[in-house]
């Protein structure tokens, strides 16, 4: 495996909001090399190479749905559109599911998945009748991560009047 993803893991796990357990560097060089994640690096040449940028999607129980995971920008290159540009790449591939989810509390993040052109909306158990938030999140495999999120004070009720595509965004 080329050394930047044990760095890239190294530094992945400084992050309180990201799940260390779901970011190995196994688990993160094999999504990207399977074409579900993307990447932006810097260094002259193969070996000298530094990741300082990541997004993942990954499948879920439910093959339609793929989960948004794992956005990381290095805190040097931050606030410069590397999160957007990686989320439109990401979209683009061709192995990314058409509907999508994240989890997520940080603050950035949401900003950057509720621009209109992702069009992500904060979902909650007021989703129904349009759906059943709970029955959802069984069948995507996500209801114990869900479970902890319901409830929660910063939970937002969303507008869903208009069509999202099927982007769903669980802010906690
Ligand atoms: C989240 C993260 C990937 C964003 O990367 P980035 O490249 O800086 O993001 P971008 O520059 O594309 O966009 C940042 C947006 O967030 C907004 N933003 C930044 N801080 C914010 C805050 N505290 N509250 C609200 N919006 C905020 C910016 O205004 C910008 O929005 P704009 O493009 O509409 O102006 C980066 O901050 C990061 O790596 N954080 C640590 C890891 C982490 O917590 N990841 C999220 C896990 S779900």
Not at 11 to 24: S, V, W, Y
Request: glycine letters at 6%.
């Amino acid at each position: 495996m080329h050394p930047m993803w044990e760095k890239l893991e190294k530094a992945l796990t400084k992050e309180p909001n990201l799940d260390a357990a779901r970011a190995t560097a196994l688990m993160i060089s094999d999504l990207y090399h399977s074409g579900r994640a993307v990447i932006r690096y810097e260094g002259e040449g193969y070996y000298c190479r530094t990741i300082f940028a990541y997004l993942a999607c990954r499948t879920s129980a439910d093959r339609e749905w793929g989960e948004i995971s794992t956005a990381y920008v290095r805190k040097d290159k931050r606030g410069n559109g590397q999160l957007r540009h990686m989320l439109e790449e990401l979209i683009e591939k061709e192995k990314t599911p058409k509907q999508l989810f994240a989890i997520s509390k940080d603050p950035a993040f949401i900003a950057v998945a509720c621009r209109p052109e992702f069009g992500f909306r904060a979902v909650c158990a007021d989703f129904q009748p349009l759906f059943d938030l709970y029955e959802w999140s069984r069948r995507l495999g996500i209801d114990s991560r869900v479970e902890g999120i319901i409830g929660s004070r910063e939970f937002r009720i969303t507008d869903l009047t208009e069509d999202n595509q099927g982007r769903g965004l669980l802010i906690h």
